[in-house]
């Protein structure tokens, strides 16, 4: 089949980049041709803006309406573009609103459009005005199959208002509907009375741990990467998870803390295979970040979770529950304090991932072809 992936822009989020890389591995291990649909959530700039634009980031002293700070995040886009570039072949050309959308995919004469993962139903996430898009209302259901495939609304809520007839008549027309989250399930019902959706694990779960070392990491420059000792990967800094951080290290008597992103006074990007790569070796992973958390399960580190309400605190809840580790979500140093940081038991982990895993592909290939398959072969 000839599919197209949808997805939030993948500007600078290590976990946003992998579940599209995940994904688009899957899909094409199956033999489906597949592309990217590179949509953009910014409006198409005229010359004149870009000149005015170009002149004002060359003026010394000031940041007029955030523009240097924009470039250097989109200095830090660029900067992962190659890796993007050569693991997912096919990415489309730029698409900004619904009619470029439904060009594409007419002229590229798809099969089926496949929507996920990450908080791709997350309207705060999205731009508005296009937000529908992510509720695939530019793909006709009649001729093409239109798939959910571990969509997460981020909360266990929906964040819109006034807007749920529209979206219950456009989810009517999918073929499959799986979120990321067990809340996702009860949102499609009672906001969209949509009954059939299921949950799937998001799709960088899919892939072993094997295939990320053999196939992905091998093939780059690792050397920056962090060998060892306690790595941190917090995408919100507070002092309390500074605290939390050097507790754990204590506690686990372990020397040595890299952080990958918060704390990280060395100020390094790092590139997708060495942040792959940091928790391949790390001893113990403190994160706030819910494929930070993924990670130290597929690698199948001991981790501590910090909740990240502000980011969407469901997501995690929901992953631990189903793998028995809700001990290692915490809030605070004394939650630390009245559990044990004892090493997770990985064989019974590992047996509900596989569950779950197969359980998950299963849903994806049945949905595109309507054949069962049994076990997964990534």
């Known amino acids: 089949m000839r599919i197209g ?13 992998l579940q599209s890389v995940a994904l688009y591995r899957l899909l094409s291990s199956q033999g489906h041709d597949v592309i990217l649909l590179d949509q953009k959530t910014e409006n198409k700039q005229v010359l004149w803006k870009k000149l005015i634009k170009e002149i004002l980031l060359k003026i010394p002293f000031h940041n007029y309406k955030n523009l240097k700070t924009n470039k250097t995040r989109l200095e830090r886009i660029k900067f992962h ?60 259901g009649s001729k093409i199959k239109k798939i959910a495939y571990a969509a997460s609304f981020g909360t266990d809520h929906w964040e819109g208002k006034g807007d749920e007839e529209d979206i219950s008549k456009l989810l009517k027309d999918f073929t499959a509907v799986y979120t990321r989250e067990s809340s996702g399930i009860q949102i499609c019902r009672d906001d969209f009375k949509y009954t059939n ?94 494929h930070g958390m993924i ?22 809840i929901s992953l631990l529950s189903l793998l028995n580790l809700e001990d290692r979500l915490v809030f605070c140093v004394q939650d630390i304090k009245d559990k044990t940081l004892d ?24 949905s595109l072809n309507n054949n069962r398959t049994t076990e997964v072969n990534i």
Do not use: C
């Open 5 to 17: 992936i949808l997805t939030l822009p993948l500007h600078e989020n290590y976990g946003g980049i």
């Open 81 to 140: 573009r190659p890796f993007i570039e050569k693991e997912i072949l096919k990415i489309s050309k730029s698409l900004y609103n619904k009619k470029d959308l439904e060009g594409f995919v007419q002229k590229e004469k798809l099969n089926a459009v496949i929507v996920g993962s990450d908080q791709v139903w997350r309207k705060s996430y999205t731009n508005s005005k296009y937000y529908k898009n992510y509720f695939l209302d530019f793909v006709d």
């Open 197 to 290: 959706a299921k949950h799937a694990l998001d799709p960088t779960m899919l892939i072993s741990k094997e295939i990320y070392i053999d196939d992905i990491i091998s093939k780059y420059d690792t050397s920056r990467a962090s060998k060892g000792g306690l790595v941190s990967y917090v995408l919100d800094e507070a002092e309390e998870k500074k605290e939390m951080i050097s507790f754990i290290k204590n506690s686990v008597n372990i020397k040595e803390i890299h952080h990958l992103k918060g704390f990280n006074a060395r100020n390094i990007t790092y590139t997708i295979p060495e942040w792959l790569s940091s928790f391949v070796y790390a001893d113990f992973v403190v994160t706030d970040s819910f």
């Open 295 to 316: 990670y130290s399960i597929v690698f199948q580190k001991n981790f501590i979770v910090i909740g990240n309400n502000s980011r969407g605190l469901d997501r995690f």
């Open 343 to 366: 090493k997770i038991d990985y064989n019974r982990v590992n047996q509900l991932v596989d569950e779950q895993k197969n359980i998950s592909f299963d849903y994806l290939i049945q």
